[in-house]
């Protein structure tokens, strides 16, 4: 494509110019070039401004790669599927229910409590277990107390409280229940014991916790 110098005249006829059709602009400027003899120059930019806007529209647009453009949507889709979990997790952030179950002998006045023994760590616990999404903490605490002691039905509690971790409910029974794990992967061993044995045992955090207020009440009576 060749233009003209600028010059006065050009931009007289500027506007006339720039409405025409590019293919009647390129013949007419084909036609100035002709009959005039004009040689090559460099382009004018005021002249080249009016050329270009349909210049670019008969310009091919590059061909994209199908499989980079499939891959950029797949890693987009797996980043806002992170981001909708992380925000899932978030909203939802599990938590530790567990159940002090309390036995006192008539005769001999001993207190017993139920412990189990991790089968990962090997430590001491109460019945205890993370929360699922959308569950009470009540009915945790008596789905864990089934899966890893065996025992269905409970009185209601006495109490309840925040000890180490957890939040744990208390429960005074009338009999020390026969323990029966039903999640035997995780349960170990279990038995009932009385505060003096505790210090015996190697406990996990809460029971620790729990051993150390006994101790302090004992202290304070």
């Known amino acids: 494509m060749f233009y003209m110098k600028t010059n006065q005249s050009n931009k007289q006829m500027a506007p006339a110019f720039s409405s025409l059709s590019f293919k009647a602009k390129r013949n007419m400027n084909t036609r100035i ?20 806007p349909d210049t670019l529209s008969i310009i091919k647009k590059p061909k994209i790669n199908s499989q980079l453009l499939q891959l950029e949507t797949k890693n987009n889709n797996i980043e806002e599927s992170q981001g909708q979990q992380e925000q899932v997790k978030k909203e939802f952030k599990s938590k530790v229910y567990g159940a002090i179950m309390r036995y006192t002998d008539k005769n001999t006045k001993e207190i017993y409590y ?14 205890k277990g993370h929360s699922n999404k959308g569950e009470e903490p009540y009915d945790c605490v008596r789905r864990e107390v089934f899966e890893e002691t065996g025992i269905k039905g ?33 349960v170990m061993n279990h038995r009932w014991v009385t505060q003096k044995e505790l210090d015996e045992l190697q406990l996990n955090v809460d029971a620790s916790y729990f051993k150390k207020s006994l101790f302090t009440e004992s202290t304070l009576n």
């Open 33 to 52: 070039f002709t009959e005039f003899n004009i040689k090559k120059v460099n382009p004018d930019p005021y002249f080249k401004s009016l050329m270009e």
């Open 114 to 127: 139920a412990l189990i023994q991790g089968r990962y760590t090997g430590k001491w616990s109460f019945p």
């Open 154 to 186: 409970l009185p209601n509690p006495t109490s309840d409280q925040r000890i180490g971790f957890g939040h744990y409910y208390i429960f005074d029974v009338e009999t020390k229940y026969d323990l029966q794990p039903q999640d035997k992967k995780e």
